[in-house]
């Protein structure tokens, strides 16, 4: 009997994520660890028993949108508004500092000044996936740090985009100043549809139907679903459009509900992006790209908590509340990983400045999780003490 590779991946991934999370919380470590830690173990450049890791990680993009849908759920425009208009400062200072920080680590490990450049821009970035997964939602204090994280993200994604597109621009061999400009263009009225459309379609459909239970978590997919597709469309990220849909239905008297029945959806794909992040990584440039990966990997460890303390206080947070911010953006982003790999398929980073990158990505995923979990409340804490959700 022919053995169904879909059904195989989905084995592996599962079953092998239930056995190390088994032996991770034994040992009382991250999860997040031990499902980047399969993948490495059975992607390509490890057992390659996942040959090809596309599959994994085009169905783990899914997980961060319904993340991102479920979290705007918690978040009221007027709360989303005030919170953007705080962290816009804090956003692009730290961009900057840490663009001047891992450019200049780029040219002393003798990586090129457009490589060096790139690289510094990657270093602005934060994991949205970490940043919001470890994020508990339960205690007004913890509201609030997730208000700020979820806004600076916010703009992050805006920037990491623009910087997307320039890259694209860039092979094309021109600047695309003006589909950038569209792209400033294009949010705010993505935004203003999103509101128009859940005051007078969804929200009075859901309280027509509100007894049918299949018909609400369908009616939420396709919502989330088709603001992320719409996005992607406008050259928005889809994650931006799943965070706006679920923005606009934060209001509603069911978003509760919504939010917890679409939380076991968003966990499964969540395992699969972990999964994914590990298989995509290539074990045999490790030795090569070590040195670089490992500087990178400790300035955004050691010196984005302390940036974003910095600006965070200048803006009125209290210190104990920034150092908290900071810690939990204190590591690279997915679109790190993004930028690297495309910047290498056009050429505009060779081999070692892009495994660098994505390397550092990497360890500070690792490190960023321990850091948090071990020494902040976190939905997956091992100590009882330090478990929110």
Same mark, same amino acid.
């Given at each position: 009997?022919?053995?169904?590779?879909?059904?195989?991946?989905?084995?592996?991934?599962?079953?092998?994520?239930?056995?190390?999370?088994?032996?991770?919380l034994a040992a009382r470590q991250s999860l997040l660890v031990a499902y980047i830690g399969l993948g490495m173990l059975f992607g390509p450049w490890g057992l390659a028993l996942v040959g090809d890791a596309t599959l994994v990680s085009q169905s783990a993009e899914v997980g961060i949108m319904f993340l991102l849908f479920l979290l705007g759920l918690d978040l009221t425009p007027q709360d989303l508004a005030r919170s953007l208009r705080r962290t816009t400062l804090v956003t692009v200072g730290s961009a900057v500092l840490l663009l001047i920080i891992g450019g200049g680590i780029g040219l002393l490990a003798g990586f090129t000044p457009v490589e060096a450049l790139i690289v510094g821009a990657a270093m602005g970035f934060s994991s949205t996936i970490i940043g919001l997964?470890?994020?508990?939602?339960?205690?007004?204090?913890?509201?609030?740090?997730?208000?700020? !994280?979820?806004?600076? %993200?916010? /703009?992050?994604? &805006?920037? #990491? !985009?623009?910087?997307? %597109?320039? /890259?694209?621009? &860039?092979? #094309?061999g021109a600047t695309p100043w003006l589909q950038i400009a569209l792209l400033v263009l294009t949010l705010p009225g993505l935004v203003v549809f999103a509101g128009l459309a859940a005051r007078f379609v969804l929200i009075p459909l859901i309280r027509r139907y509100d007894r049918f239970r299949e018909y609400i978590f369908l009616i939420a997919i396709g919502w989330c679903l088709g603001m992320a597709e719409l996005a992607g469309l406008l050259g928005l990220s889809p994650e931006i459009g799943a965070f706006i849909a679920g923005v606009a239905m934060a209001s509603s008297p069911i978003a509760l509900y919504i939010a917890e029945s679409l939380r076991p959806l968003r966990d499964f794909f969540l395992v699969l992006f972990f999964f994914g992040v590990g298989a995509q990584f290539n074990l045999g440039m490790a030795a090569d790209v070590l040195t670089p990966a490992l500087f990178l990997a400790a300035a955004a460890l050691v010196l984005k908590p302390a940036i974003f303390r910095l600006l965070l206080v200048h803006t009125g947070e209290p210190p104990a509340r920034a150092w908290e911010i900071g810690f939990r953006l204190g590591q690279l982003s997915e679109f790190s990983l993004l930028i690297a790999g495309l910047a290498l398929t056009t050429g505009a980073l060779g081999e070692r400045a892009a495994y660098s990158l994505q390397f550092a990505t990497v360890l500070t995923f690792l490190a960023s999780s321990y850091l948090v979990v071990l020494r902040f409340p976190t939905p997956i804490a091992i100590s009882d003490a330090l478990r929110r959700d």
């Open positions: 009997m022919t053995q169904n590779p879909i059904v195989f991946t989905f084995f592996l991934v599962f079953t092998g994520a239930a056995i190390l999370a088994t032996a991770a997964k470890l994020l508990p939602t339960t205690v007004l204090h913890h509201q609030r740090i997730g208000e700020i !994280i979820i806004s600076i %993200l916010l /703009l992050q994604d &805006l920037l #990491a !985009i623009a910087l997307l %597109l320039f /890259l694209k621009g &860039l092979a #094309a």
